[in-house]
């Protein structure tokens, strides 16, 4: 049997101990409690160029009293058990995406992507939910059976789950998710 290098034991134990220590910081580096909600794009409306008045040689015309703004549409939604975000993202969407996703992981924030561009196409309201945060965590797992990432939910207004996908899924698949659970 042939005696191994010193070198190169030297060599393996260095890899352990580097691999060891690689471990362990990722170990104590942990993920953030908070959620992360990703909001919509916002489309803002071009003005159209103010015209000039003509000028007329009668008097001027009593001015009209304006015409009160009609009040924002804020649903009330009552709680729909999923975390306080999705109830507000509901409150203002018909439909929400929401990408359950563990922050840092690759394939999570491929994922994510996906889901949000899904939504954009479909016209819907998008989330990203931390699995790791405990308090999004039992929110999920109290009205889902099982949470796994990455997953995408589409979720109607009344708070039910309209589709439920797992593992990665891509933007087309999202937008037809999202379109077909709309109202």
């Known amino acids: 049997m042939e ?32 959620p ?3 909001p919509p794009p916002v489309k803002v409306a071009a003005k159209a160029p103010a015209k000039t008045p003509a000028k007329s040689v009668a008097p001027p015309a009593k ?7 009609k009040p924002a549409l804020n649903p009330v939604i009552p709680p729909t058990g999923f975390p306080t975000v999705v109830d507000t993202a509901l ?3 018909q439909v929400v995406v929401v990408s359950l996703v563990v922050p ?15 939504a954009q196409l479909a016209g819907a309201g998008f989330l990203a939910l931390n699995v790791l945060n405990e308090r999004v965590a039992r929110g999920l797992l109290a009205k889902l059976d099982s949470v796994k990432d990455p997953s995408v939910l589409v ?7 309209a589709v439920a996908l797992t593992g990665f899924v891509d933007r087309e698949t999202v937008a037809q998710a999202a379109a077909s659970a709309s109202p």
């Open 155 to 161: 979720l109607k207004r009344s708070g039910d789950v």
């Open 91 to 93: 409150r203002q969407h």
């Open 36 to 38: 992360v909600a990703i």
């Open 104 to 118: 840092g992981a690759r394939v999570d924030k491929l994922s994510a992507a996906e889901a949000q561009a899904g």
């Open 3 to 34: 005696k191994i290098s010193l070198p190169v034991r030297i060599f393996a134990v260095l890899i352990v101990l580097g691999g060891l220590a690689g471990m362990l910081a990722m170990r104590t580096m942990g993920p953030s409690d908070d």
């Open 63 to 69: 001015a009209r009293p304006a015409a009160k703004p």
